[in-house]
Antibody, heavy 119, light 111 residues
């Protein structure tokens, strides 16, 4: 059974940093790109970024709203994808989800982890 | 710019059918999309991937009540025999080489 579990969400002050983790199981983690998506309170789903599999260079892409502040990485030996968030803003407050990429679509999702940015 | 447009809300009676629409932006009418269901306090659930040629693939355990279709730049999700647990937000998603895009979502209410 494919499972994705996010962790690392917390309450942080503006300008600080936080790292989220997404641990996968039940599939060959290294074969898939991994995507991060967030949902701010009362809003819809917003794509944050994704990391390609090593077979496709392991390169990353980001939404304009987070580019230069957020970094996605992966450790395939541990089946973990990371979302490093720097220079956090109040508007980054959201539930953050990771998902497995299936040719562009997100075909499995985690349960999410809450990040609250407030002074 | 790759954009998906969805109506904010839809409703239908228990046991009836509801049709949701997702419209691709101009110049992107051939793009494939995916549909996701998002219930409160849960992670989203992948329903299906739908291509403009009508081919599709469903997620694990997705009942036959959920079906997709397309016409031009519009992609449709039909939920038949509506059940109370179908009350949720539904999002369409599309993608390019370096981008993923979600629609604004449609809130489905079961009357």
């Amino acid at each position: 059974e494919v499972q994705l579990v996010e962790s690392g969400g917390d309450l942080v002050q503006p300008g600080r940093s936080l790292r989220l983790s997404c641990t996968g199981s039940g599939f060959t983690f290294g074969d898939h790109a991994m995507t991060w998506v967030r949902q701010a309170p009362g809003k819809g789903l917003e794509w944050v970024g994704f990391i390609r599999s090593k077979a496709f260079g392991g390169t990353t892409e980001y939404a304009a709203s987070v580019k230069g502040r957020f970094t996605i990485s992966r450790d395939d030996s541990k089946s973990i994808a990371y979302l490093q968030m720097n220079s956090l803003k109040t508007e980054d407050t959201a539930v953050y989800y990771c998902s497995r990429d299936y040719g562009g679509a997100s075909d499995y999702w985690g349960q999410g982890t809450l990040v609250t940015v407030t002074s | 710019q790759l954009v998906l447009t969805q109506s904010p809300s839809a409703s239908a009676s228990l046991g009836a059918s509801v049709n949701l629409t997702c419209t691709l932006s101009s110049g992107h009418s051939s793009y494939a999309i995916a549909w996701h269901q998002h219930q409160p306090e849960k992670g989203p659930r992948y329903l299906m991937k739908f291509n403009s040629d009508g081919s599709h693939s469903k997620g694990d355990g997705i009942p036959d009540r959920f079906s997709g279709s397309s016409s031009g730049a519009e992609r449709y999700l039909t939920i038949s025999s509506l059940q109370s647990e179908d009350e949720a937000d539904y999002y369409c998603q599309t993608w390019g080489t370096a981008i993923r895009v979600f629609g604004t979502g449609t809130k489905v209410t079961v009357l």
